[in-house]
């Protein structure tokens, strides 16, 4: 019977010792001091290790999901779902969803002021202020249409594989009697997997502020921003 050198075994034993398998292989042929050592049986032992290596591989991918909608709607006082995007995932891990969307209010002057909110969140229809962007033109600007872009970001720390849903909401706030709209919305949710313990995740105990906000000390931006009374509106469909 062909003797081997104990390296190998050396390697398997490191790997098992440190747990790194553990969970995913079974090793099917265990060797004590003095055993002989039979090649067949060292080949199925690194076999074994070739497929749970192969497997998690499989896992370790980061994973990307989009969703996008050129169409522009109305906003109102009801927060409601204006898109949505799903994810697939094979195993624990974090989500990093992204959402961008162009917001647009058609302002009358003196009517009030006005404000399109969006946020991004795992739940329809739902108002988290902590992952949102949001619009504001003031009561006093000369009527016309104002518009910006916006962004906000959710980070979810799922449990386990499974399907994940996310969503774009938006809602409207204030006085203006104008219209205001939200449209080209893109949605992606990036998956990165859980691998060498649990994801550290830090959140800040004050709620995410970074408003579009056209206040006195952006009438420059809002100037720009300005499309006159007297030039045709980009388009929306309001429902």
């Given at each position: 019977m062909k003797q081997f050198p104990y390296r190998p075994l050396f390697f398997l034993a490191?790997?098992?010792?440190?747990?790194?398998?553990?969970?995913?292989?079974?090793i099917p042929n265990l060797f004590t001091a003095?055993?002989?050592?039979?090649?067949?049986e060292v080949n199925d032992n690194f076999?074994?290790?070739e497929s749970a290596v192969s497997a998690l591989e499989v896992k370790a991918q980061p994973l990307i999901?989009?969703?996008?909608?050129?169409?522009?709607?109305?906003?109102f006082a009801t927060t409601s779902e204006f898109l949505s995007v799903t994810i697939d995932v094979p195993a624990a891990g974090v989500v990093q969803v992204h959402g961008t969307a162009h917001m647009i209010s058609i302002h009358i002057t003196g009517t009030g002021d006005s404000t399109i909110r969006m946020y991004v969140a795992d739940t329809s229809?739902?108002?988290?202020?902590?992952?949102?962007?949001?619009?504001?033109?003031?009561?006093?600007?000369i009527s016309g249409q104002y518009s910006d872009g916006g962004s906000a970001m959710l980070i979810d720390e799922?449990?386990?594989?499974?399907?994940?849903?996310?969503?774009?909401?938006a809602n409207t706030f204030g006085d203006?009697?104008?219209?205001?709209?939200?449209?080209?919305?893109?949605?992606?949710?990036?998956?990165?997997?859980?691998?060498?313990?649990?994801?550290?995740?830090?959140?800040?105990?004050?709620?995410?502020d970074a408003s579009l906000r056209f206040?006195?000390?952006?009438?420059?931006?809002?100037?720009t921003h300005h499309r006159p009374s007297s030039l045709a509106p980009m388009p929306f469909t309001l429902v």
């Open positions: 490191a790997l098992l010792a440190l747990g790194m398998f553990a969970a995913a292989v079974t003095g055993d002989d050592i039979i090649a067949s076999s074994a290790l999901a989009t969703a996008y909608s050129g169409v522009f709607l109305g906003t229809a739902e108002a988290n202020f902590r992952n949102s962007d949001r619009l504001d033109v003031e009561s006093g600007f799922v449990d386990a594989a499974g399907s994940y849903t996310y969503y774009l909401n203006n009697d104008g219209s205001r709209s939200i449209g080209r919305i893109l949605l992606v949710a990036t998956y990165y997997p859980e691998t060498g313990g649990p994801i550290a995740t830090t959140n800040s105990a004050t709620p995410k206040s006195s000390e952006w009438i420059q931006r809002a100037t």
